[in-house]
T-cell receptor
Framework: KAGVTQTPRYLIKTRGQQVTLSCSPISGHRSVSWYQQTPGQGLQFLFEYFSETQRNKGNFPGRFSGRQFSNSRSEMNVSTLELGDSALYLC?????????????FGSGTQLSVL | QQPVQSPQAVILREGEDAVINCSSSKALYSVHWYRQKHGEAPVFLMILLKGGEQKGHDKISASFNEKKQQSSLYLTASQLSYSGTYFC????????????FGTGTRLQVTL
């Protein structure tokens, strides 16, 4: 099976712009979670989508949003970018309902906001 | 609130052992362990569930003290390939949904 695919791998934006990141989960996985990774903060949970519905949400401002399509692919959008949004954004897919459900991460999108 | 991992960093010689600890202030149902090599995706190592047994994977094992809400990852006879940053992710359900990760422990194994 192909792993979790995230595109693009790198992005450079300026403050005030918006950005859309894409994530294709492992085939058959219906849950997609997004995490922000920064040095010193580790991985911070953004949100999780399951069957096209947001099932859980972390403590991030409304500028961060996402959606999931019928094929389980997911997108994350950040509007009005700030310098502090510079981070590695990781997407992870999982198969809910399995005993010992685990996350399979993509390689991430490195976002730099100038 | 994030679980606290200790130590923050450790350097080992090949063949030495290491223990990484993860402590939470919340009542936990599960603890996940992941390893991330530089520039790569975090990779699942193992999961420990409340009421479950200690898990093992080759020379890497882990325990979960439910009373103390603590988990420990044991790396035995470390290899160069063990180098990376180790994260514990804690959950309050039996799913991988909304895991709370620690800030990581950077492990470097040298010759």
């Amino acid at each position: 099976k192909a792993g979790v695919t995230q595109t693009p791998r790198y992005l450079i934006k300026t403050r005030g712009q918006q950005v859309t990141l894409s994530c294709s989960p492992i085939s058959g996985h219906r849950s997609v979670s997004w995490y922000q990774q920064t040095p010193g903060q580790g991985l911070q949970f953004l949100f999780e989508y399951f069957s096209e519905t947001q099932r859980n949400k972390g403590n991030f401002p409304g500028r961060f949003s996402g959606r999931q399509f019928s094929n389980s692919r997911s997108e994350m959008n950040v509007s009005t970018l700030e310098l502090g949004d510079s981070a590695l954004y990781l997407c992870a897919s999982s198969d809910p309902g399995t005993v010992g459900e685990k996350l399979f991460f993509g390689s991430g999108t490195q976002l730099s906001v100038l | 609130q994030q679980p606290v991992q200790s130590p923050q960093a450790v350097i080992l010689r090949e063949g030495e052992d290491a223990v990484i600890n993860c402590s939470s202030s919340k009542a936990l149902y599960s603890v996940h362990w992941y390893r991330q090599k530089h520039g790569e995706a975090p990779v699942f190592l193992m999961i420990l569930l409340k009421g479950g047994e200690q898990k093992g994977h080759d020379k890497i094992s882990a325990s979960f003290n439910e009373k103390k809400q603590q988990s420990s990852l044991y790396l035995t006879a470390s290899q160069l390939s063990y180098s990376g940053t180790y994260f514990c992710g804690t959950g309050t359900t039996g799913t991988a949904s909304k895991l709370t990760f620690g800030t990581g422990t950077r492990l470097q194994v040298t010759l």
